[in-house]
């Protein structure tokens, strides 16, 4: 059977960086996938992160399995720091929440239970997207479909595509959208745009799944989730695919959440017992050591000051780099505008470079971002941006 089968293209975003593992250029460059980097270029154990695992090491005492939908706990901190522990949602019992291994763990688990329950349904997913996107609602068994969403001439949203083209998704269809720091391009709808959002998808019956990767990534905690907050407002079922990879730099750790909102308390509890089924089918049981992580710093006041801080930090950082990126560039190609990439939200700077462009800044820089022009802004520093930029203004 083997011998017969092809081998797969590589992936989108993760091949990019096995292509990179295996460039011998010292001064290669990756800005693929999505990791955050501090000034040294490495990727850092924050320090609250350090000390909660300082802690569990001395207290963990048990080595067996997790429940299917994970720490009850740590799934009461995740929906309280989403949805704010003021949440009527939660004091409604209206929120059902299960650990995941990672944001994609919980998408693919909230697939599984769409297609089981909507088989004829269309997800429909922004233009351009997270690549992984499409292939996880896919091999869940869902059709997909795009709406518009970037005016890539202007460099900005293009709102009045995107709210014509949500006008007719037909009832009952699936609408994905990213809670903050959209996924590649960096253009987020302004809180009265995310109110229009969210009142088109309640007159037009759509099941929002909102994929919520990157909290506290674009202008802070509270600030990134009020357009998840603004559509809850509004629709009486959703999901949300929670991922803590980013904002506690956990990524290998595998640490995400499922937030289910329901109209009634008991169509909570039967959506999550439906949840567990699908998650004990696929992967049986989340990890437990991120999770843990999480748990321990929200829970003591004195870490989740201290993450906040880290949090912070990451978030100024990136901030300072699409400043310097924008300068350096202007510097050596004035006839070019890059304003735009400080108008941009989260990690990714969605560059406007063409996929030949991304090429030849692989073959003759040894420079990796991903083909749809994305770079990872994140992995800047001021020690690779002269040489960055002069790459990029070379294949321009
Ligand atoms: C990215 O978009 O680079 C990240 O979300 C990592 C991934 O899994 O693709």
Redo the contacts with the bound molecule.
């Keep these: 059977m083997f011998e017969a089968i092809k081998p797969a293209p590589p992936d989108a975003?993760?091949g990019i960086t096995e292509a990179f593992r295996r460039d011998p250029n010292p001064q290669k460059i990756n800005l693929?996938?999505?990791v955050y980097k501090d000034e040294t270029g490495a990727t850092p154990i924050l320090p609250s992160v350090q000390e909660a695992k300082r802690r569990l090491l001395e207290t963990e005492r048990d080595a067996g399995y997790l429940p299917i939908d994970g720490d009850p706990r740590f799934n009461r901190l995740a929906s309280e720091l989403v949805l704010t522990d003021r949440s009527s949602i939660l004091a409604e019992q209206r929120a059902a929440t299960m650990q995941t291994p990672g944001g994609?763990g919980a998408l693919r688990v909230a697939a599984d239970l769409l297609h089981r329950v909507l088989p004829d349904a269309t997800v429909w997913v922004t233009t351009p997207t997270?690549p992984?996107h499409p292939k996880v609602f896919q091999a869940a068994g869902l059709r997909v479909e795009q709406l518009r969403y970037f005016d890539a001439a202007q460099n900005r949203l293009d709102f009045a595509g995107l709210l014509e083209d949500l006008e007719s998704v037909p009832a009952g269809d699936v609408v994905c959208l990213h809670g903050c720091c959209h996924?590649p391009t960096g253009a987020d709808p302004s809180p009265e745009q995310w109110e229009r959002i969210a009142r088109v998808l309640q007159d037009r019956a759509v099941f929002p799944l909102l994929d919520f990767?990157y909290q506290g990534f674009g202008r802070g905690l509270d600030e990134d989730a009020q357009g998840v907050r603004t559509v809850l407002e509004h629709v009486p079922e959703a999901f949300l695919a929670v991922s803590f990879s980013k904002n506690f730099g956990l990524y290998r750790e595998r640490t995400g959440a499922l937030i289910a909102v329901a109209e009634q308390p008991e169509h909570a509890a039967n959506v999550l017992s439906q949840l567990k089924a699908c998650a004990r089918a696929n992967y049986s049981n989340p990890p437990y050591h991120g999770a843990a992580v999480v748990k321990t710093i929200l829970d003591d006041e004195r870490l989740r000051e201290q993450w906040l801080a880290d949090l912070t930090q990451m978030r100024e950082r990136i901030r300072s780099m699409r400043t310097l990126f924008v300068k350096t560039m202007s510097a050596l190609r004035p006839d070019r505008d890059f304003s735009f990439i400080e108008q941009q939200n989260g990690m990714f700077s969605f560059s406007g470079l063409t996929p030949e462009q991304v090429d030849r800044l692989r073959d003759e820089f040894s420079v990796y971002v991903v083909r749809n022009g994305r770079i990872?802004v994140g992995g800047m520093t001021p020690q690779n941006m002269q040489r960055l930029c002069e790459a990029i203004a070379a294949v321009l």
């Design positions: 975003i993760l693929s996938v999505g994609t997270w992984n996924n990767a990872n």
